[in-house]
């Protein structure tokens, strides 16, 4: 015992600035992940806050263009007459199929060109499709996936 009792000074004079290095090591990683963290989270903040902004101009722009009697008269001169023949044009093409008749049921003709493949289809999405909701990954899921 006598032994042990002049060795543990020793002992705790050489592991003690060890297991102070290691915890400060630790503290600092655990404040640099917190850090990084806070950062991530205040720049999604930020673009999300951008995103609202620019998002109440847009729809603030289109209450202004879809009000206006130009815009609904195009709308349905141009768009309905653009979705009636894609309509027909996309049951004449199921109702044709060797799934149900074969053959050519309602005789719908394809449009000329690229106006079909191209330009009715811009049309079509223009009136019809919703832009997608989601921009992309976050800097917080962006810091997550780095972390692992």
């Given at each position: 015992?006598?032994?042990?009792?002049?060795?543990?000074?020793?002992?705790?004079?050489?592991?003690?600035?060890?297991?102070?290095?290691?915890?400060?090591?630790?503290?600092?990683?655990?404040?640099?992940?917190?850090?990084?963290?806070?950062?991530?989270?205040?720049?999604?903040?930020?673009?999300?806050?951008?995103?609202?902004?620019?998002?109440?101009?847009?729809?603030?722009?289109?209450?202004?263009?879809y009000?206006?009697?130009?815009?609904?008269?195009?709308?349905?001169?141009?768009?309905?007459?653009?979705?009636?023949?894609?309509?027909?044009?996309?049951?004449?093409?199921?109702?044709?199929?060797?799934?149900?008749?074969?053959?050519?049921?309602l005789?719908?003709?394809?449009?000329?060109?690229?106006?079909?493949?191209?330009?009715?289809?811009?049309?079509?999405?223009?009136?019809?499709?919703?832009?997608?909701?989601?921009?992309g990954?976050?800097?917080?899921?962006?810091?997550?996936?780095?972390?692992?």
């Amino acid at each position: 015992m006598a032994i042990l009792a002049l060795i543990m000074p020793l002992i705790s004079g050489i592991l003690t600035p060890f297991v102070k290095a290691w915890s400060d090591y630790k503290r600092t990683q655990l404040t640099t992940t917190e850090a990084g963290f806070v950062a991530a989270t205040a720049s999604d903040a930020e673009v999300i806050k951008a995103s609202l902004t620019a998002d109440v101009a847009d729809n603030a722009m289109k209450v202004q263009l879809y009000g206006s009697g130009i815009y609904r008269f195009v709308s349905w001169f141009v768009g309905a007459a653009v979705a009636i023949h894609f309509g027909l044009v996309f049951w004449a093409t199921i109702l044709a199929s060797k799934f149900l008749f074969g053959r050519d049921v309602l005789g719908v003709p394809q449009a000329p060109g690229q106006y079909g493949a191209v330009f009715e289809w811009a049309i079509i999405s223009s009136f019809f499709i919703v832009r997608a909701v989601h921009g992309g990954p976050s800097d917080v899921s962006r810091w997550l996936n780095k972390k692992q």
